[in-house]
């Protein structure tokens, strides 16, 4: 899986009806130190993530293995909201708003 | 499969049912050498693995075997915590770490 960026939203009216009702996003990706990537992907968003949210995204078949793509030309799907994450032991993107729940802020 | 050196952790709490309680590592993949391969990667860790660990990764649909839960969008996975891996050409071996 890849580390991504919600940059878009996709508006198909005309469209297989296997993709029906399914929400689209274009996610940027983005590397392990939260630069962009020179690739993007339009993605089956399975959990809602928001506009400028990071997510990670699953592509290749593995993409069908929700009940939203099961059985869908689909083949790449968000999957998750990205909190934050490490590398080499150094916080490298924490998500704002997270000190409601108690994360005091990190210096990034 | 390939071989990979986890390089960092990825926490999501707004994620797909199916994979809660899955660690989610970042694993730069290496080559046959040792040496850096290719972008860095998210996988789910079946090994619980810990950073600088060399481990081999399984890619595509099959990493969903893997795991408790299958029925997931999940294409890569830690699938093997490696102490040493040979290469019988020239160039040094690389040595893991021993296991913890």
Not at chain 1, 20 to 39: C, F, G, T, Y
Not at chain 2, 34 to 63: F, Q, R
Request: with cysteine; charged share 25%.
């Amino acid at each position: 899986m890849f580390i991504g960026k919600v940059v878009g939203t996709v508006v198909a009216s005309i469209k297989d009806e296997k993709v029906v009702s399914l929400k689209l996003q274009i996610v940027q990706e983005l590397d392990e130190h939260n630069a962009p990537r020179n690739k993007y992907v339009v993605a089956a968003d399975t959990i809602g993530a928001g506009q400028g949210d990071l997510v990670l995204f699953a592509q290749g078949s593995s993409a069908r293995q929700t009940t939203l793509t099961d059985g869908r030309p689909i083949d790449a799907a968000i999957f998750a909201v990205i909190d934050s994450w490490d590398v080499d032991g150094k916080l490298v993107y924490q998500k704002e708003g997270l000190e409601a729940i108690g994360v005091e802020p990190a210096e990034v | 499969m390939y071989l990979g050196r986890v390089i960092g952790r990825v926490v999501t709490t707004q994620r797909l049912t199916g994979l809660h309680g899955v660690p989610l590592q970042i694993v730069q993949p290496l080559d046959d050498r040792g040496d850096n391969a290719g972008d860095a990667v998210v996988a789910c860790d079946t090994v619980h693995s810990g950073p600088g660990d060399i481990v081999h990764v399984c890619d595509g649909k099959e990493a969903t075997m893997a795991l408790a839960e299958p029925f997931v969008p999940i294409d890569a996975t830690i699938v093997g915590h490696v102490e040493q891996f040979r290469h019988d050409g020239p160039g040094p071996q690389v040595e893991g770490q021993e296991l913890r």
